[in-house]
Antibody, heavy 113, light 106 residues
């Protein structure tokens, strides 16, 4: 069955960087783009963008064009979200999703000094 | 960018009620709207795509309709398992979520 399994929770300080993973199984990884979605505590879903898993080309929504990097390790069927220069407002759960139909379990990221 | 205005932000219903949530797009989205259910601590679950197509496993008490800029999502005969937050999503041009509707029991 199709599964997206994400890495574990993160606690970081402002200014640090982190990299979240999303490992896909149950389908051919390069057949579908991977999407990323942010959800701040108690808030709604915010679309961050997507990465073409065939070419590696990322597309970012307007609010995520700075400090956010999507990448791939195709041989491992894994997508990554890197956030640089972390800010308090990056505290959120980050989801990967395939076709916005299959979702990872989410990674809770806490940024606090 | 396409904006999605979802209302109401919250809804209180009794078991067995019919409830309706609306989403208005900032431009014509040609029926490319999906609806999601999200329970606390869980990933969203896709219920309906392309305005009114129910995903496999979505109970028939859920329905969607609309065209152009205006869309609605309904639950007839609300059950306790339907208590959750609901989001619309346009996918005609990139993707944009509505702000969400929290459904609570009266």
């Amino acid at each position: 069955q199709i599964q997206l399994v994400q890495s574990g929770p993160e606690l970081k300080k402002p200014g640090e960087s982190l990299k979240i993973s999303c490992k896909a199984s149950g389908y051919t990884f390069t057949d579908y783009a991977m999407q990323w979605v942010k959800q701040a505590p108690g808030k709604g879903l915010q679309y961050m963008g997507w990465i073409n898993t065939q070419t590696g080309k990322p597309t970012y929504a307007d609010d995520f064009k700075e400090r956010f990097v999507f990448s791939l390790e195709t041989s491992a069927s894994t997508a990554y979200l890197q956030i640089n220069n972390l800010k308090n407002e990056d505290t959120a759960t980050y989801f990967c999703a395939r076709s916005l139909r299959y979702w990872g379990q989410g990674v809770m990221v806490t940024v606090s000094s | 960018d396409i904006q999605m205005t979802q209302s109401p932000p919250s809804l209180s219903a009794s078991l067995g009620d019919k409830v309706t949530i609306t989403c208005q797009a900032s431009q014509n989205i040609n029926k490319y709207i999906a609806w999601y259910q999200q329970k606390p601590g869980k990933a969203p679950r896709l219920l309906i795509r392309y305005t009114s197509t129910l995903e496999s496993g979505t109970p028939s008490r859920f329905s969607g309709s609309g065209s152009g800029r205006d869309y609605s999502f309904s639950i007839s005969n609300v059950e306790s398992e339907d208590i959750a937050s609901y989001y619309c999503l346009q996918y005609v041009n990139l993707y944009t979520f509505g702000a969400g509707t929290k459904l609570e029991l009266k």
